[in-house]
């Protein structure tokens, strides 16, 4: 699937919820799928600077797409982490850093976040296009 196709359906699911009580409840499940990161990468080096709780993200290149993995010590993160990471691993790297974001803002995510996660939540999306900008620049 595309990231647009990804981003739709996510919107999609999301449309699915009343209010936000479920929509965090939906994040925090979706936190459990997450591709969880080799204990090997949580290092300071793949820490997001800029959230509140502690996020790595790990991103390792196969057959010319991004593979990402990540973890997160707090639930809500995790599931936020999970929702970028659906939505950009197993992609091109031009397809990443050509990819918008206007799904978090259709869902009414950002919105819904405290500053500081808001803020975090930034950083992760930079964290991966630094990823693929990386990726994109060696071949």
Known sequence: MTIEEIQHEIVDE???????????EYIIELGKTLPIIDEKFKTEENIIKGCQSKVWVHGEEKDGKIIFTADSDAILTKGIIAVLIRVFSNQ????????????????????????????????MIKQIKMYALAFEAKN
Do not use: V
């Open 14 to 24: 999301f449309s699915m919820f009343d209010d936000w009580m479920q929509r965090y």
């Open 92 to 123: 091109k790297p031009a397809a990443i850093l050509n990819a918008t974001t206007d799904f978090i803002d259709e869902i009414g995510l950002k919105e819904h976040l405290s500053p500081t996660r808001a803020n975090g939540l930034i950083s």
